[in-house]
């Protein structure tokens, strides 16, 4: 991050006027502040130099060149120096270009200035895969990709949301919001207003104008929905002035209302592990999150010391969470606990899994209940493995995750096993299909000088099967959701 004192003005691409500089600390917990005037005085954005992304190697097709971050808390702590960067490392560039599109697009969009902009993360889960609905443990990190927010309050009920690039959606009144209405990709960011007007928040509610760009692939498996709903969450928790930003108390809130929207309003039957992998992640550490309770603890996830990377295979082959499979794997979990007399899987431990199994009447509900049994128990183990910096022993729960979800949860597909397989034979550390399966995204631990054979490999690997040529980013662990901007 560029670190400079003179206070020379930068602005960036006219028609909106960005201006970065450092500033001394603001009381505001998501790292911004109005400069001057009102929405409707002239516009002028402010960044603070603390709250800008990691120099991330995340790039479709690029190697990582992260530089490393010293400070997993960089997104509490606020630069003392007053003053503007002279010039603007690439990081900072994405981010005031994000910031200028959505904010033109919003101008253009509703011929009016936004109240400020906010952004959140997409997410690539390291170990526990569809363990959060059965009450077990998930270990993700929050993406350094983002989605952007503009967000205005009205004056009336009316919300109007769109999102660059894609379809139009049509202006709606919030007591129009429920399961099945909106139909299109705005019953995401609808259902969170929803949420908030269904849970205790209906006092504070306005009609809401909000424009989104984003980042991060959209139905990747990298959460692009969560994301959406995470910066829809954030920008209403702190223009109703609810406070739910401030600390991970409240933003456990946000999570839980971001769920209840993709759950009940997008009818996506998903855990909770995205939004609070959106919500309430640290940069440069895992959230190691219990299901069961909400609890959380960050495990610290720096590579950059180790010469290994996270890769991130997108597949590109299409997944359907809120179909089908999904679905009907909470199903078989649901039958396997009437079975037995539990409430949710999270109850077996590991040690009495071989004489629950046998209580199980066949062997499909066998191998689903291993399946989230031993995956939760992975996840212990992979923050042992990390704490300890055993990327080796990672590695390794990497390969045994993926053949449980391969063979006994069912929820693999051929370009995920050829991802696995190929980022293994090219030397991968480790490999697993990751997020909700049946397409989607893979990781692999992977040697850094390496990256690019690797992807090579894997792209040719894809080639000889037919398939759609994969896209590839180097992960990083990056911050939560919050404004980056009045
Ligand atoms: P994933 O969360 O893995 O990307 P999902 O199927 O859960 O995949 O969510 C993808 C859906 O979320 C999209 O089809 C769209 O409806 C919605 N969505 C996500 N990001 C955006 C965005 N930036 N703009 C509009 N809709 C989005
Ligand atoms: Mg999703």
């Known amino acids: 991050m560029t670190s400079r004192g003179a206070c020379v003005p930068h602005f960036v691409r006219g028609v909106t006027e960005v201006m970065l500089r450092r500033v001394t600390p603001a009381p505001s917990p998501c790292g911004a502040k109005r400069l001057a ?7 002028r954005w402010i960044v603070e130099s603390g709250f800008l ?4 190697g995340a790039l479709r097709g690029m190697t990582g060149q992260g530089k490393p971050q010293k400070d997993g808390e960089r997104e509490h702590k606020r630069s003392p120096c007053v003053g503007l960067p002279l010039s603007l490392d690439h990081d900072q560039e994405k981010l005031v270009t994000a910031i200028n599109q959505v ?13 400020g902009v906010w952004e959140a993360p997409g997410r690539v889960n390291l ?6 609905y059965n009450h077990g443990l998930v270990l993700p990190i929050a993406l350094p990709q983002r989605t952007y927010a503009a967000v205005r ?3 009336d009920s009316l919300v109007r949301l769109m999102s660059v690039g894609m379809p139009p959606a049509q202006a709606i009144p919030i007591t129009d919001i429920a399961p099945g209405s909106p139909k299109g990709w705005e019953r995401y960011p609808a259902g969170v207003i929803w949420a908030f007007a269904n849970h205790g928040y209906a006092d504070q509610v306005t009609g809401i104008d909000a424009v989104f760009t984003s980042e991060v692939p959209v139905g990747a498996g990298l959460s692009s929905s969560a994301a959406i709903e995470g910066a829809m969450a954030v920008a209403l928790s702190d223009l109703w002035d609810l406070g739910l930003t401030k600390d991970d108390q409240g933003r456990a809130t946000l999570a839980n209302l971001a769920q209840s929207a993709e759950n009940i309003i997008a009818q996506a039957p998903t855990g909770g592990m995205d939004q609070a992998a959106c919500l309430r992640s640290r940069e440069g550490h895992a959230l190691y999150l219990d299901c069961a309770d909400q609890s959380i603890r960050h495990i610290p996830f720096r590579l950059d010391d180790t010469g290994l990377a996270l890769l991130v295979i997108d597949t590109r082959a299409t997944h359907a969470h809120s179909t089908g499979e999904y679905g009907h794997r909470r199903s078989d979990c649901q039958e396997a606990c009437a079975i ?17 199994l046998k209580r199980l009447p066949n062997d499909r509900l066998r191998r689903r209940v291993r399946h989230i049994v031993s995956e939760t128990h992975r996840v212990r183990l ?6 300890a910096g055993d990327f080796v022993e990672l590695g390794k729960l990497f390969v045994d995750s993926h053949a449980s979800m391969r063979d006994d949860y069912e929820i693999s597909c051929p370009e995920l096993d050829v991802a696995v397989i190929a980022s293994l034979e090219c030397g991968a550390l480790g490999a697993r ?12 631990l992977v040697y850094r000088q390496s990256l690019r054979e690797m992807m090579e490999w894997i792209g040719s690997a894809f080639d000889q099967k037919g398939f759609a040529t994969p896209d590839f980013l180097v992960a990083e662990a990056g911050r939560k959701a919050g404004r980056v901007a009045y």
């Open 37 to 43: 005037g009102g929405p409707d005085t002239q516009f």
């Open 53 to 56: 992304p990691s120099r991330a």
């Open 103 to 115: 904010v033109e697009h919003f101008r253009t969009h509703f011929s009016s200035t936004p109240e």
């Open 127 to 132: 170990m526990g895969e569809h363990t959060d």
């Open 153 to 155: 309050r009205r004056d």
């Open 340 to 356: 037995l007399g539990i409430d949710t899987l999270r109850e077996i431990s590991v040690d009495d899994l071989d004489g629950v």
């Open 382 to 387: 992979s923050a042992q493995a990390m704490e």
């Open 433 to 444: 299909m990751t997020g909700g399966g049946f397409g989607g995204s893979a990781i692999a």
